[in-house]
């Protein structure tokens, strides 16, 4: 028998929500099929990921739910991968995310979402080296996921009332373990006066979400913490940034670790001028790029 699931793009943290928040995207998709193997172990058919299980995040994941459900059968999983890797798009948390689902209905786990969100989130180990769940909580919630616990996982999927489409600035860098370098950077204190304004934006946000208010979203999505940390690696994102509210976009933030910049839009927006400053930007950094235009993806299996 062979089970195949897909699992799309997403953006983690969007501004203040540092490893709590994700939202899922139609821009790309990774493929996953997994079936049943007479070899007794776990196969791993990828042409851009390894193929050893330990440091594959599909693999990784799958071989964590054989352990905790006492499951000794062979498996062949085969991917597609589609998603970008090293953009902050998501790409390993959906590979293991679609690998968990195949996987789930091969063997007729009924596993909970939250379940789901637990094991997929252990192949970000074979990524970055840490077990986080934003990414993953969006390739199988789809939509826009809140992490509101992590021992045990818990996710909220959040109902967006407010109509805006995205776009992508998907810069060509290659920055050697990305994540990982994102993730060091990140200050382990900060201030009391920090942690309160970051709340403040962070409910904001979630506020402006949930009662379609554009101001709240376009406050609230300002990250005074971890994308400051990080700005040294993506130098152009200053100036993108504030070119595109500058055009009413309704808001900006680095996607995931970057270098991707996440841009909502809606019909107040420039786009087209925003683009034009996004070319001279970039231009001016010596940096090719791509611009993707989608929208949010609410989930392959709803």
């Known amino acids: 028998m062979n089970v195949k699931k897909i699992s799309y793009s997403s953006s983690a943290n969007l501004g203040p929500g540092y490893d709590i928040l994700s939202i899922s995207h139609g821009a790309f998709y990774d493929e996953v099929s997994v079936e049943n193997s007479d070899d007794k172990k776990i196969k791993i ?3 851009k990921t390894p193929e050893n299980p330990d440091k594959n995040t599909a693999g990784l994941s799958l071989m964590k739910i054989m352990e905790d459900k006492d499951i000794h059968e062979g498996i062949k999983v085969s991917i597609k991968k589609n998603v970008p890797i090293g953009l902050g798009l998501g790409s390993s948390g959906a590979s293991s995310s679609a690998a968990v689902k195949a996987f789930n209905e091969l063997f007729n786990l009924n596993m909970t979402k939250d379940e789901m969100v637990y094991y997929s989130m252990y192949g970000e180990i074979a ?37 805006f489409n995205l776009m992508l600035l998907i810069p060509e860098i290659n920055i050697n373990e990305k994540t990982k370098l994102a993730r060091s950077m990140v200050p382990d204190e900060v201030k009391i006066d920090d942690l309160v304004e970051q709340t403040s934006h962070l ?16 406050y609230g999505m300002d990250d005074r913490i971890v994308e400051i940390s990080r700005q040294s690696l993506f130098p152009f994102y200053k100036n993108v940034r504030e070119k595109a509210l500058g055009n009413n976009a309704v808001s ?8 991707t910049i996440l841009i909502f839009t809606d019909d107040k927006t420039n786009k087209k001028q925003i683009k034009m400053d996004i070319n001279n ?11 993707i235009e989608t929208n949010i993806m609410e989930g392959y299996d709803e």
Do not use: Q, W
């Open 45 to 47: 058919i990828s042409d």
């Open 127 to 163: 990524a970055c080296g840490a077990a986080h769940p934003d990414n993953v909580s969006s390739g199988i919630y789809g939509g826009l996921t809140l992490i509101s616990s992590k021992n045990p996982i818990r996710v909220k999927k959040i109902k967006i009332n407010y109509n």
């Open 203 to 218: 409910s904001s946000m979630l506020y402006g979400f949930f009662y379609g208010d554009r101001d709240e979203i376009r």
């Open 252 to 259: 900006v933030c680095i996607s995931g670790a970057g270098p």
């Open 281 to 291: 930007i970039m231009g001016s950094f010596k940096l090719k790029y791509d611009i």
